[in-house]
């Protein structure tokens, strides 16, 4: 019948130190400090790098998209972008699709 009542235990003395709120959170305090330093900070430097690259996008770079097209950016819009992947062969994308920008000469090495 222990499961449906309980067992009183008898309460420690009053002599006995209680354990200061700190050290309770102190744990807690530290996995997020780790978290922080290794999760979210590199992380949001890493945002903060992508943006700045797609904004500063130009006619004639070489991108790859996140979709592993190489192409020549040929047009750009405010949200989108043309880029050119072979000869006459023109894909429309999202600017935030370029997952990387590629040396000059790039596309010429891969033909």
Known sequence: MDFFISPAWAQAADGAAQPSPLAGFLPLIIIF???????IRPQSKRAKEHRQMVEALAKGDEVVTN??????IT??????????VADGVRVKVQ???VAALMPKGTMKGSS
């Open 33 to 39: 400090v780790i978290f922080y330093f290794l999760l």
């Open 95 to 97: 600017r935030q699709a």
């Open 67 to 72: 979709g592993g097209l190489l192409g020549r």
């Open 75 to 84: 047009d750009l819009d405010e949200n989108f972008i043309t880029i050119e």
